[in-house]
């Protein structure tokens, strides 16, 4: 078995567990009954997005892949619904620290875009919605994209109509430190957006909207080839759902 090399797979599960094990404390309560670990249940769950497939099927494959319960120490394998509960339990925060320290060693160069997708929500229950009276809303995910290596450094997800302007500082104030350059198009134009990355001396590259002639003047000045890098956002977006689907799962 040792003379066998690694997959992709299994180098995949020890970099997040790794990775998992530097943000995550080890149990979330003190009377846990510390069966499994939480970096152990978020390495599971990334494994479970990593290979498109159900709760069931993961546990079921699991059985067959000795390597992989070894890289994480796994002495039993969890149920499908102790994993479920874990994802329920697990805050976004949690994620977007996991996903920060993932960066760590990428080619960075600060030149960022801010662009805003839809998922839909529509897959949910129509029999449970109707019986409740619940308006299921769409999901706008916002990201924040490094332009030179396509790597996501954040993501913000609500089910409220909050304007772009109402989100863009909240991200802009978590990643300060990785932003030189901020890209984003006419539904960023907001002074106080603007103001905000000035003062953290990030450069805002956001087009405005063209009420008079003096903004279509400012827009003919933007640095158009920093500009258009923005577009990096899409693509991201595009392969995002792509590979996941453009819609949310009630059921997994």
């Known amino acids: 078995m040792n003379d066998v090399p690694k997959s992709d797979l299994l180098r995949f599960v020890e970099r997040t567990f790794e990775l998992a094990q530097q943000v995550i404390a080890r149990y979330s309560l003190k009377c846990s009954k510390r069966r ?19 709760y069931r099927d993961l546990v079921d494959e699991l059985i067959e892949m000795p390597r992989i319960r ?7 394998i969890p149920a499908p619904s102790t994993l479920c509960k874990a994802f329920d339990r697990l805050e976004m925060a949690v994620w977007r620290v996991l996903l920060r320290v993932s960066l760590v060693g990428l080619p960075l160069d600060g030149v960022t875009g801010i662009d805003a997708s839809g ?33 996501v450094l954040d993501i913000h997800a609500t089910t ?18 990785s932003i030189t350059v901020l890209a984003g198009d006419k539904g960023y134009d907001d002074q106080k957006l603007r103001r905000l990355a000035c003062d953290h001396d990030v450069r805002p590259l956001i087009k405005h909207r ?32 792509q590979k996941f689907g453009a819609f949310v799962r009630s059921r997994v």
């Open 36 to 54: 499994y670990t939480r970096p152990q249940q978020v390495v599971l769950l990334c494994l479970k997005l990593k290979k498109t497939t159900t």
């Open 70 to 76: 070894d890289a994480l120490n796994l002495d039993s």
């Open 119 to 151: 998922f839909e929500r529509a897959h949910a229950s129509a029999h449970y919605t109707k019986r409740t009276n619940l308006t299921i809303q769409q999901l706008k995910t916002t990201l924040l994209v490094d332009t030179a290596t396509n790597a």
């Open 160 to 177: 409220t109509r909050k304007h772009g302007t109402q989100i863009a500082p909240q991200v802009v104030k978590r990643n300060v430190e």
């Open 210 to 241: 063209e009420f008079s002639s003096l903004h279509k003047a400012w827009n003919t000045r933007l640095d158009t080839d920093l500009y258009h890098q923005r577009n990096m956002n899409e693509t991201v977006n595009a392969a995002i759902k």
